[in-house]
């Protein structure tokens, strides 16, 4: 069964540092990959998704994230840690078809 | 892409009743989900819900406890039935909004049980 393992259940970070934030997938063929972000209190916010083109992903507010086949992963980076950074973030698999299979979180804290 | 229309935002119930909670598309959609998000925890797949054929139901939840209804392509209700504490949640429907995996989420429904 497709599933991902969040490695990291929270990352604590100085505003200005950099951002890593841990995804191994399972899969039995090649799926496509996704973080969301979850504010306190708001909606899901898609950041990046990996629909088998560049393994390389840029996506929204300075994120990006590299799928590495051999390594199973999945990893988001970013660069410099703003204080909005702070928030849930979920690393999602498909699972057969269009199903999602969502990681258990990472929480992101920004220190000042 | 998509927009979803969720309601209600959040309701207090009482344990034995049910909630109705109702998801409207802007557009017409094949595909729709359904997941629960318990406190602090991850998001659940439900089921999914395609127009035109019986909700398919994820292991451990089954359609006596959260029946489905899908009578158009822009349309959905979850009931969440004789409810108890433990369903206490955020429900969210979800819907494929482009053949590229591009997905809407609804801004969810905060349903407490007491």
């Known amino acids: 069964a497709q599933s991902v393992t969040q490695l990291d259940s929270h990352v604590s970070v100085s505003e200005g540092t950099p951002v890593l934030l841990r995804c191994n997938y399972s899969s039995s063929y090649s799926p496509s990959l996704f973080w969301y972000v979850q504010h306190p209190n708001k909606g899901l916010q898609l950041l990046l998704k990996y629909t088998s083109a560049a393994t390389l992903v840029k996506g929204i507010n300075g994120f990006e994230a590299e799928f590495k086949k051999s390594e199973t992963s999945f990893h988001l980076t970013k660069p410099s840690a703003h204080m909005s950074d702070a928030a849930e973030y979920f690393c999602?698999?498909?699972?057969?078809?269009?199903?999602?299979?969502f990681g258990a979180g990472t929480t992101v804290t920004v220190r000042a | 892409s998509a927009v979803i229309s969720q309601k209600p935002s959040r309701d207090i119930c009482q344990r034995g009743t049910s909630l109705t909670i109702q998801c409207q598309v802007d557009s017409q959609v094949t595909m729709m989900f359904w997941y629960r998000q318990q406190p602090g925890q991850s998001l659940t797949l439900i089921a999914t819900a395609n127009q035109g054929s019986e909700a398919t139901y994820e292991s451990g939840f089954v359609i006596d406890k959260f029946p489905i209804s899908r009578p158009n392509l822009t349309f959905s209700t979850l009931t969440v039935s004789n409810m108890s504490p433990e369903d206490s949640s955020i429900y969210l429907c979800?819907?494929?909004?482009?053949?590229?995996?591009?997905?809407?989420f609804g801004s969810g429904t905060r349903l407490t049980v007491v």
């Open positions: 979800s819907v494929v909004s482009d053949q590229n995996y591009g997905y809407t």
């Open positions: 999602v698999v498909t699972k057969g078809g269009y199903k999602l299979s």
